[in-house]
């Protein structure tokens, strides 16, 4: 989990008053169909002994753009790798409860991380191409699982799907670490969706972006979720505001002489900002803490 924050206020009250933070109205042409992703619950994580994450139970659907915002060491991102088995890799990691994607259980015996994370893309915090060509840094998965057919067009496709394509064409030989911080994190969009996966986990996607560059993936959001789900986390709530549909708010219980990330939580994300039923969320997204 992230750095741990101080404690918080746990009672429960309506909010009085609509919170002054701007959010997205749904769309008549919102691709969103109401077909769930991804189903989780009652789910825990624990990293050996140490329950990290307790009691979560939400459901993530298809074509929208859902936000995980809370303080930091709440869990959000621990709960966002585990969706597509990232966190396997971690010492003592272990996942109780149900976490199904498309009603499979991601966690049986006998299922593939490996196809888990094709399937299930992810771009992190901080950009992070490959020190290859901006043509490389595309094709190099692609060419990984033996997609090598049409290859000048899959990378051409998912640069355009990426909105870098533009400004890449006429340099496609030469290093990406050449490009700037919001066009290496595009390009590592454009990375993950050359194999077409069906979900993209965004973890703090724009935290190292300045704000050209964070509008710039932010509409991009816009324009991938017609294509796929997309999870994002965030410490922006601003950022969740602008760009998701439904939101997600963690934070931590901090009884028992432990620190356990919880959801507290989750809505459409206009009712969330606006009129929480958790007075948690409200002193959160009022700015009395975190």
């Known amino acids: 989990m992230d750095e741990s924050p101080a404690e918080v206020d746990v009672t429960m009250s309506q909010v009085a008053a609509p919170l002054a933070i701007e959010v997205q109205e ?17 789910v825990n994580v624990y990293y050996g002994q140490a329950l990290a994450v307790a009691g979560v139970s939400l459901e993530i659907y298809k074509n929208h753009i ?12 621990t709960i966002v790798r585990s ?10 990691f272990r996942l109780t409860g149900e976490c ?73 030989k030469t290093s990406a670490l050449g ?25 703090e996607p724009c935290s190292s972006l300045d704000p050209i560059s964070t509008a710039s993936v932010e509409d991009l959001m816009q324009e991938l979720k017609r294509d796929y789900t997309i999870v994002i ?27 356990t990330g919880i959801l507290v ?3 459409e994300t206009s009712k969330l900002f606006t009129r929480p039923t958790d007075k948690r969320t409200e002193d959160y997204v009022t700015g009395r803490f975190g």
């Open 26 to 42: 749904a769309s008549e042409n919102d691709a969103a169909t109401g077909e769930v992703v991804f189903d989780l619950h009652d």
């Open 66 to 77: 859902t936000a995980m915002i809370g303080p930091s060491g709440c869990g959000k991102s």
């Open 83 to 92: 969706l597509n088995r990232m966190n396997d890799s971690v010492s003592g």
């Open 100 to 172: 199904t994607y498309h009603g499979n259980d991601l966690y049986a015996s006998g299922v593939d991380p490996v196809e888990v994370r094709r399937r299930i893309g992810m771009v992190f915090q901080r950009p992070n191409p490959f020190p290859k060509s901006i043509y490389d840094n595309i094709a190099w998965a692609p060419r990984i699982l033996g997609l090598k057919e049409n290859l000048d067009e899959r990378v051409e496709k998912a640069l355009r799907g990426a909105a870098i394509w533009d400004e890449v064409k006429d340099r496609l």
């Open 179 to 203: 490009l700037s911080g919001g066009q290496q994190q595009r390009l590592c969009i454009a990375r993950s969706i050359a194999i077409e996966p069906d979900v993209l986990l965004l973890d």
């Open 233 to 259: 986390v965030t410490h922006n709530m601003q950022q969740a505001a602008r760009v998701a549909e439904r939101t997600a708010f963690f934070s931590l219980d901090v009884s028992e002489g432990r620190r």
């Open 265 to 267: 939580e989750y809505d």
